[in-house]
C-alpha cells in the first residue's frame, strides 16, 4: 500500500515536472524579445525589373546602430563613395539586367558567423531603385526594408525570409508570425 501511494506520487510528480518543463519551453512571450535566428535570405526582383541592373545590400546590424540605420539618407547611401555603404559589413547581391530574377544568402555564409559576432539582431534589404526616390526614415523609405532576425517575429519553423524588390519598393514576402 505504502509503495503503492510513493509510486503515484513520483508519477503524478513527474507528470508536473513535464508540464512545466514544455509550457516554460515556449520562448515566445508576449512583449518580450526571442533569440536570434539565422535565416536564408532570398531577394525576388519583379518582373517590372527585369530588363534594370539593380543592386540589393543587406547590411548586417545591431541594436546600438539600428537607429543611426534607420535614420540615415538612402539617396545618399548610394551616391558613389559613401562612407556609411563603404564601411557596412554587408552582402552585396547584383542583379543584372536580363539575367536570374533572384538571389540568395544562404544560411551557410560564413557572414552570419560575423554578424553573430557582432551581435546582429537586423538585417537591413537596401535596394538602388531605379527613378526619384525620397528619403524616408526607417521602412518608410521604398528602398530599405528591416528584417528582425528575432525568431519571434515570424512563424514557427521559418527557415527562409523571402523578400520582393519592386519598382514601388521592397516588400516582404514571409509572413510575419501571427499574434
Given at each position: ?21 514544455f509550457i516554460g519551453c515556449s520562448s515566445c512571450k508576449p512583449g ?148
Amino acid at each position: 500500500m505504502k509503495n503503492r501511494l510513493v509510486a503515484q506520487l513520483v508519477v503524478g510528480g513527474m507528470l508536473v515536472t513535464l508540464m512545466t518543463v514544455f509550457i516554460g519551453c515556449s520562448s515566445c512571450k508576449p512583449g518580450k524579445p526571442g533569440p536570434i535566428g539565422k535565416y536564408s535570405i532570398e531577394v525576388s526582383l519583379d518582373e517590372s525589373l527585369k530588363s534594370s541592373s539593380v543592386l540589393v545590400d543587406l547590411v548586417g546590424v545591431n541594436p546600438a546602430d539600428l537607429p543611426r540605420w534607420e535614420a540615415y539618407d538612402m539617396g545618399k547611401y548610394w551616391q558613389a563613395g559613401d562612407t556609411m555603404r563603404h564601411d557596412a559589413d554587408k552582402v552585396v547581391l547584383n542583379f543584372v539586367s536580363g539575367q536570374t530574377l533572384t538571389n540568395s544568402l544562404s544560411v551557410t555564409n560564413s557572414q552570419w558567423d560575423r554578424w553573430k559576432g557582432q551581435g546582429v539582431t537586423h538585417v537591413l534589404v537596401l535596394a538602388d531603385l531605379p527613378g526619384s526616390q525620397t528619403s524616408r526614415p526607417g521602412n518608410q523609405d521604398a528602398r530599405r526594408q528591416i528584417l528582425h532576425l528575432d525568431q519571434c517575429q515570424w512563424a514557427a519553423k521559418t527557415k527562409v525570409l523571402k523578400v520582393q524588390v519592386q519598382r514601388s519598393g521592397i516588400k516582404v514576402l514571409t509572413p510575419p508570425r501571427a499574434l
